[in-house]
């Protein structure tokens, strides 16, 4: 079968979750129209999109922080238990700096702004679905100061190659693969495999806890 003869790419199913409906439905309509993308349904607090994450089984939740009823960030610790496989990103206006570490320690596998352009949102979505953890680099900025500063005599109990240092940093900073391989002069692929080493040598999850241990150890 020729790549022409190929069927597309099923749509990302995408939730969006805000207890202001203007927000709520401008995203909701902002990414309706963006090809790859389907809005199945919103969601007013985090109860609601627990709820509705269950009902519906989105491929991606956007998630708002605060909110009555039941936060952001609770919401995401109860997905990650009870709906692991949907990858929940918060997408907020980023007014607390214990709010970015609460979520992402909580399970959230990104945290953007909303004033991210429609078409980088859009983009932020697909990259979710396909497991690329995110950080707003001014998000990645507030870590430094959002987590404690590490003891002079505290160490890693693995020693990370200076490539391998340089490639964690960029990644807390919320550089992609790709950028990462731009900006070291690598194939994509080498970043790749870097990553995936790093996070094994590191016992690691993901990305955003690929972030919170470069914090821990002084990177940012």
């Known amino acids: 079968m020729s790549r022409d003869d190929q069927e597309p790419a099923p749509p990302v199913r995408v939730l969006v979750v805000d207890d202001q409906r203007l927000i709520r439905d401008g995203i909701a309509?902002?990414?309706?129209?963006?090809?790859?993308?389907?809005?199945?349904?919103?969601?007013?607090?985090?109860?609601?999109?627990?709820?509705?994450?269950?009902?519906?089984?989105?491929?991606?939740?956007?998630?708002?922080?605060r909110m009555p009823e039941m936060d952001g960030v609770e919401a995401v610790a109860v997905l990650r238990g009870r709906a692991s496989e949907c990858r929940v990103v918060m997408l907020t206006t980023f007014d607390d700096e214990e709010y970015v570490v609460q979520a992402l320690r909580a399970g959230a596998h990104g945290y953007l702004l909303k004033d991210l352009p429609a078409e980088e949102l859009a983009h932020a979505?697909?990259?979710?679905?396909?497991?690329?953890?995110?950080?707003?680099?001014?998000?990645?900025?507030?870590?430094?100061?959002?987590?404690?500063?590490?003891?002079?005599?505290?160490?890693?109990?693995?020693?990370?190659?200076?490539?391998?240092?340089?490639?964690?940093?960029?990644?807390?900073q919320g550089h992609t693969n790709r950028e990462i391989a731009a900006r070291l002069y690598l194939s994509e692929g080498t970043v790749k495999n870097h990553v995936s080493r790093i996070l094994t040598r590191l016992a690691l999850r993901d990305r955003t806890q690929a972030a919170l241990r470069a914090r821990d150890l002084g990177l940012l």
């Open 29 to 65: 309509s902002l990414l309706s129209i963006r090809p790859g993308i389907v809005v199945v349904g919103t969601a007013v607090d985090g109860r609601d999109a627990v709820a509705k994450t269950l009902e519906l089984g989105p491929d991606v939740v956007l998630m708002d922080v």
């Open 125 to 172: 979505v697909r990259l979710a679905h396909a497991g690329v953890t995110q950080l707003d680099s001014s998000v990645a900025r507030h870590l430094t100061a959002a987590l404690p500063t590490p003891r002079p005599t505290e160490a890693p109990a693995v020693v990370l190659s200076p490539r391998e240092t340089d490639i964690l940093r960029l990644v807390a």
